[in-house]
Protein backbone atom coordinates (compact mmCIF):
# COMPACT_ATOMS: atom_id res chain seq x y z
CA UNK A 1 0.00 0.00 0.00
CA UNK A 2 3.44 2.29 -0.87
CA UNK A 3 3.42 2.89 3.37
CA UNK A 4 6.63 4.22 4.10
CA UNK A 5 8.50 1.93 7.04
CA UNK A 6 8.75 3.95 10.05
CA UNK A 7 11.85 5.85 11.16
CA UNK A 8 13.89 4.28 13.67
CA UNK A 9 13.26 4.75 17.33
CA UNK A 10 13.82 3.29 20.28
CA UNK A 11 10.52 2.72 21.82
CA UNK A 12 9.16 0.76 24.40
CA UNK A 13 6.09 -1.32 23.47
CA UNK A 14 3.55 -1.82 25.74
CA UNK A 15 2.27 -5.23 26.34
CA UNK A 16 4.24 -5.79 23.31
CA UNK A 17 4.85 -9.53 24.20
CA UNK A 18 0.87 -9.71 23.46
CA UNK A 19 1.84 -9.81 19.76
CA UNK A 20 4.21 -12.67 20.00
CA UNK A 21 1.22 -15.00 20.81
CA UNK A 22 1.22 -15.81 16.89
CA UNK A 23 5.22 -15.98 16.88
CA UNK A 24 6.56 -19.50 15.64
CA UNK A 25 9.19 -21.16 17.65
CA UNK A 26 12.03 -23.23 15.70
CA UNK A 27 14.84 -24.71 16.94
CA UNK A 28 18.00 -24.49 16.74
CA UNK A 29 21.55 -25.71 17.54
CA UNK A 30 21.70 -22.69 20.35
CA UNK A 31 18.18 -22.46 21.02
CA UNK A 32 14.91 -21.82 19.86
CA UNK A 33 14.04 -19.14 17.49
CA UNK A 34 10.94 -17.20 18.05
CA UNK A 35 9.79 -15.65 14.84
CA UNK A 36 7.02 -13.44 14.00
CA UNK A 37 5.58 -10.18 13.45
CA UNK A 38 6.96 -6.39 15.39
CA UNK A 39 4.71 -4.88 16.70
CA UNK A 40 5.52 -1.50 15.95
CA UNK A 41 6.75 -1.56 12.23
CA UNK A 42 4.90 -5.26 11.49
CA UNK A 43 8.01 -6.42 10.08
CA UNK A 44 9.42 -10.15 10.24
CA UNK A 45 11.96 -10.39 13.31
CA UNK A 46 13.15 -12.93 15.77
CA UNK A 47 14.36 -13.54 19.03
CA UNK A 48 16.76 -16.92 19.81
CA UNK A 49 15.78 -17.75 23.56
CA UNK A 50 18.55 -20.34 25.46
CA UNK A 51 17.88 -23.78 25.06
CA UNK A 52 16.33 -24.93 28.01
CA UNK A 53 13.31 -22.94 27.36
CA UNK A 54 11.23 -25.33 25.48
CA UNK A 55 7.63 -24.11 25.59
CA UNK A 56 6.35 -21.27 25.03
CA UNK A 57 3.29 -19.96 26.90
CA UNK A 58 2.87 -16.02 26.79
CA UNK A 59 0.41 -15.64 29.08
CA UNK A 60 -1.32 -12.70 30.60
CA UNK A 61 0.55 -10.89 33.60
CA UNK A 62 -1.83 -12.17 35.67
CA UNK A 63 -1.36 -16.10 35.20
CA UNK A 64 0.57 -17.56 37.48
CA UNK A 65 3.37 -18.93 35.91
CA UNK A 66 7.09 -19.90 36.34
CA UNK A 67 8.42 -17.97 33.79
CA UNK A 68 11.21 -15.97 32.30
CA UNK A 69 11.75 -12.20 31.77
CA UNK A 70 13.34 -11.57 28.45
CA UNK A 71 13.62 -7.77 26.82
CA UNK A 72 12.93 -8.18 22.76
CA UNK A 73 14.36 -6.27 19.81
CA UNK A 74 12.82 -5.71 17.10
CA UNK A 75 15.51 -7.37 14.44
CA UNK A 76 13.49 -7.18 11.24
CA UNK A 77 15.86 -6.68 7.64
CA UNK A 78 13.77 -4.03 6.64
CA UNK A 79 14.92 -0.29 6.21
CA UNK A 80 14.10 2.22 9.12
CA UNK A 81 15.34 5.44 8.48
CA UNK A 82 17.93 7.47 10.86
CA UNK A 83 19.30 3.63 12.39
CA UNK A 84 22.33 3.60 13.48
CA UNK A 85 25.04 1.59 11.80
CA UNK A 86 25.56 -1.83 13.44
CA UNK A 87 21.37 -1.99 14.18
CA UNK A 88 18.77 -4.07 13.07
CA UNK A 89 15.60 -3.54 13.56
CA UNK A 90 13.39 -0.22 14.29
CA UNK A 91 14.06 0.37 17.61
CA UNK A 92 11.05 -1.14 19.16
CA UNK A 93 11.48 -3.72 22.13
CA UNK A 94 9.22 -4.81 24.42
CA UNK A 95 9.37 -7.65 27.98
CA UNK A 96 8.24 -10.89 27.17
CA UNK A 97 7.48 -13.62 30.09
CA UNK A 98 8.24 -16.98 28.68
CA UNK A 99 7.41 -20.11 30.53
CA UNK A 100 10.01 -22.53 31.18
CA UNK A 101 9.17 -26.49 30.66
CA UNK A 102 9.02 -27.20 34.33
CA UNK A 103 6.49 -24.81 35.12
CA UNK A 104 4.10 -26.96 32.50
CA UNK A 105 1.56 -29.96 34.00
CA UNK A 106 2.02 -32.45 31.37
CA UNK A 107 -1.72 -33.43 31.78
CA UNK A 108 -2.80 -36.67 29.22
ZN1 LIG B 1 10.92 -3.08 10.58
ZN1 LIG C 1 10.11 -3.32 14.20
Redesign the pocket.
Known amino acids: MGEQPKAYEPTVIKDGWKAMKTWQPTQEENGWRLTGK??????E?SRLVPTEITTFALEDEEGDMKSGKYEVW?E?GET?SGRPDGKA????HWGAEITHPEAEEQSS
Open positions: CPRCQHTCCHGCGA
